[in-house]
């Protein structure tokens, strides 16, 4: 069973800077892809940035030159660093892994999900 758990998430203010972190269980991490999701109120889910575990990386045209997914696989953790944030940005933000080599945007393609992390960005 695989187990995702994120943290780091909280207030800032527009341009400002969140880390979030995602720590994994299981003994197979560096197998998964690995990735986030976000979910603003009143709008559906949708696709921040996905990372492969040998490098592949896709990002969302919405957060690219800003948002940077990396992971450590000794540390078990995918990391989303989030510069320049604005208020559009505010978001529970979700975990996800997938032992699909794809990088997908697609919630579906997604059999792994954290409880997710608030983060709001304030004008």
């Known amino acids: 069973q695989v187990q995702l758990v994120e943290s780091g998430g909280g207030l800032v203010q527009a341009g400002g800077s969140l880390r979030l972190s995602c720590g994994v269980s299981?003994?197979?991490?560096?197998?998964?892809?690995m990735g986030w999701f976000r979910q603003a109120p009143e709008k559906e889910r949708e696709f921040v940035a996905v990372?492969?575990?040998?490098?592949?990386?896709r990002v969302a045209d919405s957060v690219k030159g800003r948002f940077t997914i990396s992971r450590d696989n000794a540390k078990k953790t995918v990391d989303l660093q989030m510069n320049s944030l604005k208020p559009d940005d505010t978001a529970v933000y979700y975990c996800?892994?997938?032992?699909?080599?794809?990088?997908?945007?697609?919630?579906?393609?997604?059999?792994?999900w954290g409880q997710g992390t608030q983060v709001t960005v304030s004008s």
């Open positions: 996800v892994a997938t032992n699909s080599l794809e990088l997908s945007s697609k919630e579906s393609d997604y059999e792994y």
């Open positions: 299981g003994r197979t991490f560096n197998s998964y892809t």
């Open positions: 990372m492969r575990w040998s490098g592949g990386k």
